[in-house]
């Protein structure tokens, strides 16, 4: 039962401090997302990749998140530093192309104090 | 700017009722997704609609597309409490108005459905 993970699903931090959560997706699929979920904004979208390259990273605040695919089964998205308006649960999503229904990790449930 | 609007953003029914949520989008599109997300878990996906007049069935959930009318249906026939959750509809975000794809979505806001008995 091929499955979208992430680490860690939890994660508390305090203010200022570099949080990374990876993802790792679907063997074979060569598209990968990133959104954060919050009550006030709903779904986002950050940034999202096809074979490692990143292809729209329009949605994320520039000065202090990154997103990168080091390899084909591993992204990563990186806060720094981070801010209390950044908690959030952050979803990674993978497909097997652009135009191809997304699977969707656990999530990870940030908390910045 | 592509905008998705789904209505009602909260339903409140009884078990046995059917009902039907609407998902309405602002700009050519045809393609058109469908997820459930429990509450504290991931989104899971119900229905992907590819084309104008496509209708897809699933249990108790029938999801359909208009592409003319830039509008999506999710009916929930005779409604259970597990079907109790959020639904989300997502829009693909074509290049230009005459279709293809940029390969992303643009999420509904939700509507939370609860059962009750």
């Known amino acids: 039962d091929a499955r979208v993970t992430q680490t860690p699903r939890d994660k508390v931090t305090e203010m200022g401090q570099e949080v990374t959560m990876r993802c790792q997706p679907i063997l074979g699929h060569n598209t990968v997302f990133w959104y954060r979920q919050t009550m006030m904004q709903g779904l986002e979208l950050l940034a999202y990749?096809?074979?490692?390259?990143?292809?729209?990273d329009s949605g994320m605040p520039k000065d202090r998140f990154s997103a990168e695919m080091p390899d084909a089964t591993l992204a990563t998205l990186k806060i720094q530093p981070s801010e209390p308006r950044d908690s959030a649960v952050y979803f990674c999503?993978?497909?097997?192309?652009?135009?191809?229904?997304?699977?969707f990790g656990p999530g990870t449930r940030l908390t910045v104090t | 700017e592509l905008k998705v609007e789904q209505n009602p953003l909260f339903l409140s029914m009884q078990e046995g009722k059917n009902y039907t949520i609407y998902c309405n989008y602002s700009?050519?599109?045809?393609?058109l997704y469908w997820y459930r997300q429990d509450p504290g878990k991931s989104l899971e996906s119900l229905f992907v609609?590819?084309?104008?007049?496509a209708v897809k069935q699933e249990g108790r959930l029938m999801a359909s597309l208009d592409t003319k009318a830039r509008l999506s249906t999710l009916h929930i026939t005779a409604a259970v409490h597990d079907l109790s959750a959020t639904y989300f509809c997502a829009v693909d975000i074509p290049y230009t108005n005459y279709g293809g794809s940029q390969g992303n979505l643009i999420f509904g806001k939700g509507t939370k459905l609860s059962v009750k008995p």
């Open positions: 999503a993978s497909a097997r192309g652009i135009t191809y229904e997304q699977y």
């Open positions: 990749f096809r074979n490692r390259a990143p292809l729209d």
């Open positions: 700009t050519t599109s045809d393609r």
């Open positions: 609609l590819l084309s104008n007049g």
